[in-house]
C-alpha cells in the first residue's frame, strides 16, 4: 500500500481523490500545487500512487506503469476507502484522469461518487491521434470536467471539438496551453495562471458557492 498525502481545510466542504499521470508520482510540482490550492478553497484533497510509481522509490528502477486492470483496482480500493461522510470527487492527471474516468459511471450510479475531474485528458497516444481513448466517455453520465490545453499534444482543441463526447462532459480550455498546461511566452499567458485557473475550475464544480 502506498503512502497516501492529504491535504485537509479545517471544515472541509468535499473530498478530492487524485491520482497522478504515468511519468510523475504524488509529489510532483504540478500535483502539490494543485492539492494545496484545493485545500485553500475547502475540498480535502488525497493523493496516492500507483502499485509501480511507489515501488520506483523503493526500487531504483523506472518502472512502467501497472495494466489497466490493475491500475482500476488499485483506485478501486482507494474510492472504497474514502467514499464516507464528504461529496466524493475522483480524478486525476492524465493517466489518472483516465483511470478514474473508466470507473465514474459505476460509482456515481451507486451515488458514492459526486463526479469526476481530468487534468490534461489523454485522449490518444501522442503522436497517435487515431488511437482513440475516448469510446467510453460518448456516452457518460457522471457529471465531469476535463481542463485541457488548447494544444495538448493528446487531444488539442481541434481535435476533441469532433469526437461527440457525452453532454455530461464540460471541458474547460486553457488558452495556449501543453499537455502540463504550460503556455508560450508570446500567448501572455504563464504556466502558474493556467494551474490556478484550473484549481479554480475544479473548485468551482465541486462546491459552486467556492473558487
Not at 10 to 18: D, M, N
Not at 154 to 159: I, M, P, S, T, V
Not at 172 to 181: A, I, Q, R, S, V
Request: aromatic share 10%; net charge negative.
Amino acid at each position: 500500500m502506498s503512502e497516501i498525502f492529504i491535504d485537509s481545510p479545517t471544515e472541509p466542504l468535499a473530498r478530492f481523490l487524485f491520482a497522478h499521470g504515468a511519468g510523475a508520482p504524488m509529489d510532483s510540482e504540478f500535483m502539490q500545487c494543485f492539492a494545496q490550492g484545493l485545500c485553500e478553497r475547502g475540498v480535502e484533497v488525497v493523493r496516492f500512487e500507483f502499485p509501480y510509481m511507489a515501488q520506483r522509490r523503493t526500487g531504483g528502477s523506472k518502472r512502467p506503469p501497472n495494466t489497466m486492470p490493475q491500475l482500476q483496482q488499485c483506485f478501486r480500493e482507494q474510492i472504497q476507502q474514502y467514499s464516507q461522510e464528504l461529496p466524493l470527487f475522483i480524478g486525476g492527471k492524465s493517466m489518472g484522469g483516465r483511470v478514474a474516468s473508466l470507473l465514474a459511471d459505476e460509482y456515481w450510479q451507486k451515488e458514492e461518487i459526486a463526479g469526476l475531474v481530468c487534468l490534461g485528458y489523454p485522449f490518444h497516444p501522442q503522436g497517435k491521434p487515431k488511437k482513440l481513448r475516448t469510446e467510453h466517455l460518448l456516452e457518460l453520465h457522471c457529471p465531469t470536467l476535463v481542463v485541457q490545453g488548447d494544444r495538448d499534444p493528446l487531444g488539442n482543441r481541434q481535435e476533441v471539438d469532433s469526437y461527440g463526447l457525452s453532454v455530461a462532459i464540460d471541458i474547460e480550455w486553457l488558452e495556449d496551453g501543453d499537455h502540463d498546461f504550460k503556455p508560450r511566452r508570446a500567448s501572455g499567458f504563464t504556466r502558474l495562471q493556467h494551474w490556478h485557473k484550473a484549481v479554480e475550475l475544479a473548485a468551482q464544480f465541486m462546491w459552486p458557492s467556492q473558487g
